[in-house]
């Protein structure tokens, strides 16, 4: 069964671009516009990696990812933080993010980042 990966970036050209790369590299993935809609998406079904813009609309990528780690019946998700922002590395860091890729992000680079960071370490 392919690894499933949650996009969420607020900019539909560059989370389609995202989906479409991911699912040609094997992965199941679903694509959500803002932290809201991911967040429901996430309630859900967990998916088995994120892959976060970090400046959204209503809540940004770190408060996401702080409320997600916030709910101890989620089980733990790795994040990939997507930003152009100069402290997003310091603050991803502090919510355990795995990854932090400064846009705009080679696509070579984001699926390698994401197969090491998948269960079992591989793509699908």
Known sequence: MAAR???VDDD???RDLLGMHLRSAGYEVELAEDAIEA???VLERAPDLIV???NMPYMDGFEFVGALKGDTTLPYIPVIFLTSREDGDLRGNELGAVAYLVKPVRVDSLLQVVARHLPGGESA
């Open 5 to 7: 990966i949650l996009v």
């Open 52 to 54: 976060c813009d970090v």
């Open 39 to 41: 967040g429901y998406k």
């Open 12 to 14: 539909r050209s560059l």
